[in-house]
């Protein structure tokens, strides 16, 4: 797998796609990387496009040659850039579906980026893996088969595999690099596909809920990188619709909602949809992840019609399961409190999002339940 970090001045040749003849061309590097080869031998570890002045910031999906906008201008969040010192780049290729960088950052620990996105860092994973799964898996009873959508990095199967009501669980992950590049680098995480009842499909998610029993799951936990590139399916109503069939009555699903402070018509897009489509309840939800633009994450919970689902006040208390508190690793984020404080919403975000203005509204399900 692994193409080798330290490429010292190679690396200008991904920066600008020009090829430093090692003369005139050396023109071409930008003066802040100039500056920080000089100041600092060990910049020469840190070569990639993303990462400047030993600096990472996520910036555009793909890297445009084309384009000086590259940094500070991802579709998803213009205008900004997150970043985060880098000590040692130690995987950077390329799959069929995206760029993938690992590097070891100076206070989150290892960091994976997919296409220049930050997917996990080790210091914040938990917060993001632990909700969502245990939003959901705490809101039913005894769930017994459950579908992760995307979560190539094991992260969400290793949650999964608290509950030990769960008998099978099935993973639909696009791109088998992340897998192998999860359990090279990130072995807390990927532990999560040694759990016996883990059964792991490599491919295209619509197609696979296109072709999943009806009924079949109690849960489905969508945990995709944002709706740019592979992912973008993941946020329209058929992939909704096939879930909804996928699911039990009663049944749940928890996905990733992006950020309040960002991406509020997203926000409004995805209830609205999930509302005509999830005939039970639907609920927005939200923890801090301090790696993740703007710091925090959304979640939509929704369930089908059938059993009513209370995802505020859950049936299953995470301190009360068996096994799941004593796991051979500890819960660093979630706990029943966390669980119900998610639900509180901004008074901002009620305004911005009409489905949350009004939660005593009757007519819609606000905020929705
Ligand atoms: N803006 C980044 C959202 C990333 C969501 N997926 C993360 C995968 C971690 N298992």
Not at 55 to 67: G, V
Not at 80 to 97: D, N, R
Not at 218 to 247: C, H, M, N, R
Request: charged content about 25%; glycine content about 8%; hydrophobic content about 35%.
């Amino acid at each position: 797998m692994g193409e080798d970090a330290g490429r010292g001045l190679e690396c200008q040749k991904t920066m600008d796609g020009k090829v430093s003849n090692g003369n005139s061309s050396e023109k071409a590097i930008p003066s802040c990387c100039l500056k920080a080869i000089a100041s600092d031998p060990e910049a020469e570890a840190i070569c990639h496009s993303t990462v400047v002045s030993g600096w990472f910031s996520e910036s555009q999906s793909r890297t445009d040659k084309a384009s000086k906008k590259a940094y500070f201008n991802n579709p998803m969040w213009p205008g900004e850039a997150h970043s985060l010192k880098v000590e040692s780049i130690l995987y950077k290729g390329k799959s069929e579906f995206q760029e993938i960088l690992v590097f070891e950052s100076s206070t989150y620990g290892k960091v994976l980026v997919l296409d220049g996105i930050i997917q996990l860092s080790e210091k914040d994973e938990c917060a993001y893996q632990e909700m969502i799964t245990h939003l959901p898996l705490c809101s039913i009873p005894s769930p017994k088969n459950v579908l992760v959508v995307g979560g190539g990095d094991g992260g969400v199967l290793r949650e999964v595999s608290r509950h030990s009501s769960v008998e099978h669980i099935d993973i639909c992950e696009i791109d088998k690099m992340v897998i192998d590049v999860s359990k090279k680098f990130f072995p807390e995480l990927a532990v999560g596909f040694e759990d016996p009842r883990v059964h792991l499909h490599v491919g295209d998610a619509t197609e696979f809920l296109r072709h999943a029993p009806e009924g079949k799951y109690d849960a489905v936990i969508v945990d995709s990188s944002d709706p740019v590139g592979p992912a973008q399916e993941l946020v329209e109503k058929p992939f909704f619709e096939t879930i909804a069939k996928a699911l039990r009555p009663g049944g749940v699903l928890c996905n990733m909602a992006e950020s309040m402070w960002l991406h509020t018509h997203l926000i409004e897009d995805m209830i609205s949809v999930c509302s005509q489509t999830f005939k039970g309840s639907v609920n927005y939800a939200w923890a801090s992840v301090p790696t993740y633009p703007s710091g925090v994450i959304g979640f939509l919970l929704c369930s089908t019609e059938g059993p009513p689902v209370d995802f505020k006040n859950p049936v299953n208390s995470i301190e009360k399961l068996e096994g799941a508190v004593k796991h051979k690793r500890e819960l660093r984020f979630y706990n029943s409190e966390m669980h119900s404080a998610a639900f509180a919403l901004p008074a901002f975000l009620r305004r911005e999002v009409s489905a949350l203005r009004d939660p005593s509204t009757p007519a819609r399900r606000n905020g929705l339940s």
